[in-house]
């Protein structure tokens, strides 16, 4: 357990706490995938590592929306995807913009989950990571 090993006078880098929070997840350990990260947010936060903070948003959102929390989930997705645009990550910016759709899905407005999709869409087409048959 990475408590033990925190225990033992290890630290991990901020990287790290993303992937032991993602593991947590995983394992469906949200209070512990959530402690990981919202440690590596402040770490990142510390360092001015943009893409990091953005990263950590964007995965803190993932356990909100887990646990059925869907105004924290969107407020974590929309932080992160100011971030994306910031920094000029097309692909997170996707990826935040498709999480965004999940959260009007999962509210029953279609059409914004609609608009929301197709724009992550869009980007992912610019970027070549999708055909017109994939888009469809």
């Given at each position: 357990?990475?408590?033990?090993?925190?225990?033992?006078?290890?630290?991990?880098?901020?990287?790290?706490?993303?992937?032991?929070?993602?593991?947590?997840?995983?394992?469906?350990?949200?209070?512990?995938?959530?402690?990981?990260?919202?440690?590596?947010?402040?770490?990142?936060?510390?360092?001015?590592?943009?893409?990091?903070?953005?990263?950590?948003?964007?995965?803190?959102?993932?356990?909100?929306?887990?646990?059925?929390?869907?105004?924290?989930?969107?407020?974590?997705?929309k932080e992160s995807l100011t971030i994306k645009r910031e920094i000029g990550d097309l692909l997170g910016e996707?990826?935040?913009?498709?999480?965004?759709?999940?959260?009007?899905?999962?509210?029953?407005?279609?059409?914004?989950?609609?608009?929301?999709?197709?724009?992550?869409?869009?980007?992912?087409?610019?970027?070549?990571?999708?055909?017109?048959?994939?888009?469809?």
């Amino acid at each position: 357990d990475a408590a033990d090993v925190e225990d033992a006078g290890h630290e991990f880098d901020p990287w790290d706490e993303i992937e032991l929070g993602n593991a947590a997840a995983l394992a469906g350990r949200t209070n512990t995938a959530r402690r990981y990260c919202a440690g590596a947010l402040e770490d990142f936060k510390k360092s001015g590592d943009r893409e990091g903070e953005a990263t950590s948003l964007n995965n803190l959102g993932i356990i909100a929306f887990t646990r059925g929390d869907l105004d924290e989930a969107e407020r974590l997705y929309k932080e992160s995807l100011t971030i994306k645009r910031e920094i000029g990550d097309l692909l997170g910016e996707a990826e935040s913009l498709n999480n965004l759709g999940s959260i009007a899905k999962a509210r029953g407005n279609l059409g914004e989950a609609e608009r929301l999709f197709e724009q992550s869409r869009a980007i992912e087409r610019e970027m070549g990571l999708l055909d017109d048959e994939e888009s469809d």
